[in-house]
């Protein structure tokens, strides 16, 4: 299995551009999240999925939007790129079943510069 | 919205001492996580645990539900130790898990 894989690995954007960061899981898990860390800052959850088709906000959620259409697949959206989404974007997943999460898997990341 | 602090920010010991970190956190949980962080890399998920303790080699996880407090503790600490280390709780909201909710980590150092 290649666990949680993410592309790209490094971007720069131009003020104004967009991009889509792409995310892939090959463990079926159901559950999906999108985090962005900052330097000397803890993690901050922008989206998360608990299955195809659904979706719904983290704390950090302005700026972005995802999709879920498939189990595998989880890209996040950027319209607009602004200097403060400026980052590195790491995606996760986990399997949840009868009430229960279980470990969550991160993906390599994404260092994205907004310039 | 859940709290989660760590204690000490920074940490340098020599090779070989007992490495104890903390977390805190002010609301209850499904879950607490400790993970793991190299410099440049990508973070890798060390413990996952509800109640009691949790050994992996030299990694032992506790946690204090009533107290809401967690320490991770690293035996004979050895140069590859080094890296940021994230505590992370869960909760649950509805019927699923809303993500997770960070420290901002420990970042620490074994010199030879």
């Known amino acids: 299995n290649a666990g949680v894989t993410q592309t790209p690995k490094f971007r720069i954007l131009k003020i104004g551009q967009s991009m889509t960061l792409q995310c892939t899981q090959d463990m079926n898990h159901n559950y999906m999240y999108w985090y962005r860390q900052d330097p000397g800052m803890g993690l901050k959850l922008i989206y998360y999925s608990v299955g195809a088709g659904i979706t719904d906000k983290g704390e950090v959620p302005n700026g972005y939007n995802v999709s879920r259409s498939t189990t595998e697949d989880f890209p996040l959206r950027l319209e607009l790129a602004a200097p403060s989404q400026t980052s590195v974007y790491f995606c996760?997943?986990?399997?949840?079943?009868?009430?229960?999460?279980?470990?969550?898997?991160f993906g390599p990341g994404t260092r994205l510069t907004v310039l | 919205k859940n709290e989660v602090e760590q204690s000490p920010q920074n940490l340098t010991a020599q090779e070989g001492e007992f490495i104890t970190i903390n977390c805190s956190y002010s609301?209850?949980?499904?879950?607490l996580h400790w993970l793991q962080q190299h410099p440049g890399g990508g973070i890798v998920s060390l413990f996952m645990?509800?109640?009691g303790k949790k050994k992996h080699g030299r990694l032992i996880a506790t946690i204090n539900i009533q107290e809401k407090h967690s320490s991770l503790h690293i035996t004979a600490s050895h140069p590859r130790d080094s890296a940021v280390y994230i505590c992370a709780v869960g909760e649950y909201s509805g019927g699923g898990a809303d993500g997770l909710t960070f420290g901002k980590g420990t970042h620490l150092i074994i010199q030879p």
């Open positions: 609301v209850g949980i499904s879950a």
């Open positions: 645990l509800s109640s």
């Open positions: 996760a997943s986990s399997y949840f079943a009868g009430g229960r999460t279980d470990t969550q898997y």
